[in-house]
């Protein structure tokens, strides 16, 4: 394996299958706000040392003043160690002065004196216009690929490049290893994803990859779609016991109850009860022993509480966590990380995410969403962790089908809620479409909301599904 230079950033460290190729020349593209310079400052200051420090060149894209006084507003900036371990140069009066010529004897020069271990050029892109040709340029290229070479020194080199541009820019060529910044929209937020390109004699994580730009560097998100990840067993998994689903109402139309690790979604129109049929999910753990997890992108804690106290529940005096967030700027891969962090650190065995819908909206792909749900519940039933999920359906009456990219293949069971009899009263009815490896009733029953929760309607008997 080609020995590598840590990027300050566990996750990266892991997409590029141990960090930077040493000693090789890494080339970072991305259009600008994209966190390429963040990226090579926090390499730079996680890796320099005063045996082998860091260079730090600008040329004519960003004033050098301008990237040192973002650069203090970053945590892992240490300025004792500037001038020291780390050092900035500034190539812009070279080259007004020299040409790429003189930027050649820059580099040899600092090579000599200072021996790094790391050297960046950025922008590497602001250097083609110095070049009379394209002739010039490549010779350029050449000379400063071969001179980088006869030292041990890592290159990472900066550029706003186009898509287009890296078919044709000898750069690319040279480049030991190439990794790309993008920053795209989703349906509700924009989408930042680091991709590796190219990477010589070593293997690393393929596809695009979340991030975002913090005052500790890039934090990133390894797509949580990857073969090589085997989903973690948190505990011993009991294939032969079966659960109370904690309603009774759906209880009663069950043979045998779920597995643990089984997977349910509820899906129904607004106001049809499917949040209060995973609040039953989850407390009727609790009243098991199990301890649960309440994954929400539509009620705040506040509103979660005041809901379960309605019912004659309570979170907070329950061994029930709730994790909020916000389906506006969301990633996929970070809050699926975040939603398995909390069940390792809490012990939870029944989950809540409320909702799928909401989920679906950070990304424009339902063949993407569809793989990431996959692997997410691949992990959780692994652990023997038993999942209950709404999702939204815009139909209030005569539901004639799921929505077209609705995930219920992936799923064991599947619940739908919706409302009859507009034309007089509105009741709501329940139905289960589908139980994976266990029988189930196949009618339409109504229900209703009581202080006690979800009850099926006393006295109205069940009527057969539509033909």
């Known amino acids: 394996m080609t020995d590598r ?8 460290n892991a997409v590029l299958g141990g960090g930077f190729p040493r000693n090789a020349i890494n080339l970072v ?8 310079t963040v990226l090579a400052q926090q390499c730079i200051f996680h890796t320099a040392t005063e045996e082998q420090p ?18 203090q507003t970053l945590s892992f900036f240490e300025p004792t160690a500037v001038g020291g371990r780390v050092r900035y140069d ?27 271990g790391i050297m960046v050029i950025d922008s590497f892109k602001a250097l083609h216009p110095y070049a009379e040709d394209e002739g010039e340029f490549r010779r350029f290229l050449h000379t400063l690929a071969g001179t980088v070479s006869a030292f041990p020194v890592t290159s990472l080199w900066v550029g706003e490049y186009e ?61 949580l779609v990857d073969p090589r990840e085997q989903p973690q067993r948190f505990r011993p998994v009991d294939n032969t016991r079966r659960l109370s689903s904690g309603i009774q109402a759906l209880d009663d139309m069950l043979s045998d109850g779920y597995r643990p690790g089984a ?41 979660l509480e005041q809901l379960a106290a309605t019912f004659g529940w309570s979170i907070k005096e329950s061994p029930v966590t709730v994790m ?33 819908s909401d989920l679906q909206l950070a990304t424009n792909n339902p063949v993407e969403f569809r793989t990431y749900l996959y692997a997410l519940l691949h992990r959780l039933a692994a652990a023997g962790v038993s999942l209950m999920a709404t999702m939204d359906l815009p139909e ?27 034309a007089t009263t509105v009741n709501r009815t329940l139905t289960v479409l589908k139980t994976r490896t266990s029988t189930h009733d196949l009618r339409v029953r109504e229900f209703e909301i009581t202080p006690k929760g979800i009850v099926l309607t006393a006295g109205q008997p069940p009527f057969p599904l539509p033909s």
Do not use: C
């Open 5 to 12: 230079l840590a990027t300050g950033s566990s996750a990266l």
């Open 29 to 36: 593209i991305g259009l600008p706000g994209t966190g390429k």
């Open 54 to 71: 860091a260079i730090y060149l600008s040329t004519v894209s960003e004033p050098l003043e301008k990237i040192l006084r973002f650069g």
């Open 90 to 116: 500034d190539l812009g009066e070279v080259l007004a002065q020299q040409g790429l010529s003189g930027v050649l004897d820059r580099v040899r020069s600092l090579l000599r004196e200072m021996r790094p």
């Open 163 to 223: 898509e287009s541009e890296t078919a044709v820019a000898p750069e690319f060529a040279v480049a030991d290893s190439i990794i790309s910044l993008t920053e795209g929209p989703t349906q509700e937020s924009r989408f930042r994803s680091i991709q590796v390109r190219k990477l010589r004699g070593s293997d690393f994580r393929p596809g695009e990859h979340a991030y975002r730009i913090t005052t500790e560097g890039l934090q990133v998100f390894p797509r």
């Open 263 to 303: 997977t349910t979604v509820v899906a129904g129109p607004p106001g049809s009860g499917k949040t209060l049929m995973g609040l039953h999910f989850v407390f009727g753990g609790v009243a098991a022993g199990e301890r649960g997890l309440i994954a929400t992108l539509q009620e705040r804690p506040a509103q």
């Open 324 to 356: 909020y967030r916000s389906p506006v700027n969301l990633h996929l891969d970070e809050w699926a990380y975040q939603l398995l962090d909390t069940v390792a650190k809490t012990g939870a065995t029944r989950i809540l995410v409320d909702s799928l």
């Open 396 to 422: 209030l009456v005569g539901i004639s089908r799921l929505t077209e990219n609705s995930p219920t293949h992936l799923v064991d069971n599947v619940v739908l809620l919706q409302y009859t009899g507009l």
